[in-house]
């Protein structure tokens, strides 16, 4: 059994910031990709940003330059930093993450969401 749990999100003003965590535990053996997606009303899930053991980061352009991604491997943790808020990030922002279990099988998990309101 594998959980994550998402911390940080709440409501801020246009410009603003706010700093996500997420931290995994159970039954994981090593984690390959941690990321986080969001889904705005009415839309689909879309990628944020990802991160791989090794530290190699991809962003999706909307968010480039005004977030970072970061990751603590011995402690199964990903950070999300949102800098320079804007309306159109208000989301719920999940976290993911691809795993091999100390059963050895692979899988795809995600966190339970935290919402992040950007208004004024």
């Known amino acids: 059994q594998v959980q994550l749990v998402e911390s940080g999100g709440g409501l801020v003003q246009p410009g603003g910031s706010l700093r996500l965590s997420c931290a995994a535990s159970?039954?994981?053996?090593?984690?390959?990709?941690m990321g986080w997606y969001r889904q705005a009303p009415g839309k689909q899930r879309e990628l944020v940003a990802t991160i791989t053991s090794g530290g190699t980061t991809n962003y999706a352009d909307s968010v480039k330059a005004r977030f970072t991604i970061s990751r603590d491997n011995a402690k199964n943790t990903v950070v999300l930093q949102m800098n320079s808020l804007k309306p159109e990030d208000t989301a719920v922002y999940y976290c993911?993450?691809?795993?091999?279990?100390?059963?050895?099988?692979?899988?795809?998990?995600w966190g339970q969401g935290t919402q992040v309101t950007v208004s004024s």
């Open positions: 159970g039954n994981i053996f090593s984690i390959y990709f």
């Open positions: 993911n993450a691809a795993l091999l279990t100390k059963m050895l099988a692979r899988g795809e998990y």
